[in-house]
């Protein structure tokens, strides 16, 4: 194998922050046909190939298969499909599976400092690192390590992506006009690509939900719409089938209750997770909506009963849920009076059973910490916690200046705040969409 790459792909690959005993390795390995070009690509190359210790060493043609195996499992999520278009020996490597198995111990690993988050901005998929110090807030960051872009056969398989969904290292990505959606792992196989079932013309209003059948060892998407005072319309989609359509209407009694659109679900122990409100239409004027956490369960395709959350809130308010590793969901809330962020986490979640912890994880007022009358978005909120560290890291759009830019706030518990800026948007009022990441073996298909 001849390391002959191109600039921007040695560019691509010298971002791997390799060890410097390992890039020395490399690097006195380059074939003498190769050395200028390669060190022409980074600084750090050009540094190393002039250092005495690199320029003893013989260099052969071939890297061994172990420093290749090596290299590979210190490659970035971001630059995995990149890097193995090299050649045939490093796609092949890339897919054995003690490779992949030490690539993802790796990321397991870096995982209990800086962990993966993948956002949804300005219809586009990043991938961000996030590192929560012990410290304090200030000492906390974020790096954007790069756009999320599926491998393709024509254009036409790059789409504007509105929501995004994560279970178990697949990511569900929604087509901005709900004609399409994609199951991908990011880390490895090929995009599985589906088309939307039956639809009413124009509407876009549809809630989506990723998950696993425990009896049938496959992951499953649901699909239903916002429609009037109710939620129906409920399809679901098997990714174990052999069926060349996959979609099957559900016979579901209509509900009791509705999901807004801007209540995405989420995925905890292969089951998902929504903020639902109970219909109205049977209540007097003076009785409030009742709010409520609704579940539904992939293996017996079925939705569970009214569960109780720790807190009531109201059309105005800020709510938002989030995993928690452990197989936890933790739940933000901000009314819209008060402005006080809390952050509840359970202590047990079944698709039919959920309790609280007794305290609450975070409790802050963030009025005179960034704004004298400061909310998130409604229609956003989206956030992540580490219970160990005691952070909690929250997206939303900055609408009250101009240009709008996204956001991150980073929050401890003790109520400081760092603002992290995303960068100007393109689309006003679409805050950014997190989940956290940890990649996996599993194959969409």
Request: proline fraction near 6%; hydrophobic fraction near 35%.
């Amino acid at each position: 194998m001849v390391l002959d790459l191109p600039r921007d792909l040695s560019e691509e690959v010298m971002v791997l922050d390799l060890p410097r005993d390992l890039s020395e390795e490399v690097r006195s390995r380059i074939p003498l046909t190769s050395v200028r070009k390669v060190r022409s690509t980074c600084k750090k190359w050009n540094t190393l190939s002039k250092h005495s210790f690199v320029a003893k060493k013989k260099v052969v043609l071939d890297l061994p298969r172990d420093l290749s195996e090596e290299v590979l499992s210190r490659i970035p999520l971001t630059s995995v499909r990149r890097v193995t278009s090299i050649c045939k020996k490093w796609n092949t490597l890339s897919k054995n599976s003690f490779v992949a198995k030490k690539h993802l111990s790796r990321e397991a690993e870096k995982a209990k400092e800086e962990f993966m988050v993948v956002v949804m901005m300005d219809y586009s998929v990043y991938l961000m690192g996030v590192n929560l110090s012990n410290k304090d807030v200030e000492s906390c960051s974020l790096k954007l390590q790069g756009k999320l872009i599926f491998p393709h056969d024509s254009d036409s398989d790059q789409i504007d992506v509105c929501k995004v969904y994560h279970c178990d290292g697949l990511l569900l990505c929604v087509s901005k006009d709900h004609t399409r959606l994609v199951v991908w792992n990011p880390y490895c196989g090929k995009p599985l690509w589906i088309e939307a079932p039956h639809r009413v013309e124009g509407y876009t209003g549809y809630l989506y939900a990723m998950g696993y059948d425990k009896s049938s060892n496959s992951h499953k998407i649901l699909r239903f719409r916002d429609y009037g005072p109710v939620s129906d319309d409920f399809s679901i989609y098997d990714l174990g089938s052999d069926s060349m359509n996959s979609w099957r209407d559900l016979d579901i009694t209509p509900p009791g209750w509705r999901v807004e659109y801007m209540h995405s679900g989420v995925s905890v122990n292969g089951n998902a997770y929504w903020l639902a409100t109970e219909d109205d239409r049977d209540l007097d004027e003076a009785e409030d909506e009742k709010t409520f956490l609704l579940s539904f369960d992939f293996t017996r395709e079925t939705f569970g009963p009214m569960l109780p959350l720790p807190f009531q809130h109201f059309p105005r308010d800020t709510v938002s849920l989030s995993p928690v590793r452990g197989g936890k969901l933790a739940a933000l809330f901000q009314p819209w009076d008060t402005l006080q962020v809390e952050i509840w986490v359970t202590s047990k979640i079944e698709p039919d059973a959920v309790s609280w912890e007794s305290e609450v994880f975070l409790s802050v007022s963030l009025k005179q910490s960034i704004y004298p009358m400061f909310q998130f978005m409604v229609t956003g909120g989206s956030f992540f916690i580490d219970e160990d560290k005691k952070v909690a890291l929250v997206f939303d759009e900055d609408y009250y200046h101009r240009p709008v830019s996204n956001l991150a706030f980073i929050i401890g518990v003790d109520g400081s705040v760092k603002e992290v800026d995303l960068g100007e948007t393109a689309h006003k009022n679409l805050p950014p969409l997190a989940c956290s990441y940890l990649p996996s073996l599993i194959q969409p298909n």
